[in-house]
């Protein structure tokens, strides 16, 4: 009897190259799941889209188990409950496993709805570094009929920031007189440490005319104004994964290490709401989800 060919080293090293990549790609997907990057349903649709993935690949025990909220016994429960075996990986599911299943994500973590009625106004929110300061910027330089809310803050400007084209830049004095004339629209203390703020008037006037209106603001301010102007439309804005929105703090290089964890430990929090929002757009790229906000404003103002 002879023993059967031995692979070539090369193949052997690339193989394990792809093994490794695909571990990883698998270890990111759940780290995405589990920070709220992506929904439960994405990866379902991933997995059924493309079945060697990472999505497609994952087996269904990590994928409960990454989910928030969800230990090794609830798991083993849903498990039982939907007769799934726990060696089944998500891109392997039969019909009936996968529509009981996303039927029971649908229940638990429901995907955000869009609301009727909207107005022209847009709002555009999501953790720290995403990207939303840069994403109004461009829609700023490309659609001059969109109306950029500035807004004021304590904070100190960063290099190549402009007083009363980025922010109005103000002290705290300043700030405390805005809030005691009713002369903004939103206003709260982002990270404990600064305030920011939206004036009324701009806005108010805009909205009358009906204009579309972008205003770039933070988490807290987004819930202020869906109080004060129920008609608007809530966007959060996503990182294409939770690395790279780690991997864009550190490239900013405005942060130290501490303020960096601490901005981290805040975005978990912040993606944690994205449900509350009528629209969610992924900033993988600028010029595309600059287009989909866009898309979004003229839909609400037709």
């Given at each position: 009897m002879t023993d059967s060919p031995r692979p070539p080293d090369v193949d052997r090293a690339a193989a394990s190259r792809l093994a490794v990549a695909a571990r990883r790609a698998r270890a990111s997907l759940k780290r995405d799941l589990a920070t709220r990057v992506i929904t439960p349903q994405e990866a379902m649709r991933r997995a059924a889209a493309d079945a060697?993935?990472?999505?497609?690949?994952?087996?269904?025990?990590?994928?409960?188990?990454?989910?928030?909220?969800?230990?090794?016994?609830k798991r083993d429960r849903l498990l039982a409950e939907m007769r799934i075996s726990p060696v089944k990986r998500l891109g392997g599911l039969g019909a009936r496993q996968r529509a009981a299943l996303c039927s029971w994500l649908d229940a638990r973590f429901p995907e955000p709805r869009p609301r009727p009625g909207r107005s022209s106004l847009v709002?555009?929110?999501?953790p720290t570094a995403v990207g939303k300061g840069t994403v109004a910027a461009h829609i700023r330089e490309h659609h001059p009929d969109v109306m950029l809310s500035v807004s004021a803050t304590t904070r100190a400007p960063r290099p190549g920031e402009v007083d009363g084209q980025h922010y109005f830049f103000t002290d705290d004095a300043e700030f405390d007189r805005l809030i005691a004339d009713g002369e903004l629209l939103e206003w709260a203390t982002v990270h404990g440490v600064h305030r920011y703020g939206t004036p009324?008037?701009?806005?108010?006037?805009?909205?009358?005319?009906?204009?579309?209106?972008l205003l770039e603001i933070d988490m807290q301010g987004a819930f202020?104004?869906?109080q004060a102007e129920p008609r608007a439309t809530l966007v959060f804005l996503l990182p294409p994964s939770w690395d790279e929105l780690g991997d864009r703090l550190v490239g900013r290089g405005t942060e130290d290490a501490d303020e960096r964890a601490r901005r981290l430990r805040t975005a978990r929090v912040?993606?944690?709401?994205?449900?509350?929002?009528?629209?969610?757009i992924v900033n993988d790229d600028v010029a595309e989800a600059a287009a989909q906000v866009v898309d979004l404003m003229q839909a609400s103002a037709r």
């Amino acid at each position: 009897m002879t023993d059967s060919p031995r692979p070539p080293d090369v193949d052997r090293a690339a193989a394990s190259r792809l093994a490794v990549a695909a571990r990883r790609a698998r270890a990111s997907l759940k780290r995405d799941l589990a920070t709220r990057v992506i929904t439960p349903q994405e990866a379902m649709r991933r997995a059924a889209a493309d079945a060697t993935s990472a999505a497609g690949t994952l087996r269904v025990t990590e994928f409960l188990t990454a989910l928030p909220a969800i230990g090794e016994g609830k798991r083993d429960r849903l498990l039982a409950e939907m007769r799934i075996s726990p060696v089944k990986r998500l891109g392997g599911l039969g019909a009936r496993q996968r529509a009981a299943l996303c039927s029971w994500l649908d229940a638990r973590f429901p995907e955000p709805r869009p609301r009727p009625g909207r107005s022209s106004l847009v709002v555009l929110a999501g953790p720290t570094a995403v990207g939303k300061g840069t994403v109004a910027a461009h829609i700023r330089e490309h659609h001059p009929d969109v109306m950029l809310s500035v807004s004021a803050t304590t904070r100190a400007p960063r290099p190549g920031e402009v007083d009363g084209q980025h922010y109005f830049f103000t002290d705290d004095a300043e700030f405390d007189r805005l809030i005691a004339d009713g002369e903004l629209l939103e206003w709260a203390t982002v990270h404990g440490v600064h305030r920011y703020g939206t004036p009324r008037g701009p806005i108010d006037r805009a909205i009358a005319e009906g204009r579309p209106v972008l205003l770039e603001i933070d988490m807290q301010g987004a819930f202020q104004v869906r109080q004060a102007e129920p008609r608007a439309t809530l966007v959060f804005l996503l990182p294409p994964s939770w690395d790279e929105l780690g991997d864009r703090l550190v490239g900013r290089g405005t942060e130290d290490a501490d303020e960096r964890a601490r901005r981290l430990r805040t975005a978990r929090v912040e993606l944690a709401s994205q449900g509350e929002f009528d629209y969610r757009i992924v900033n993988d790229d600028v010029a595309e989800a600059a287009a989909q906000v866009v898309d979004l404003m003229q839909a609400s103002a037709r």
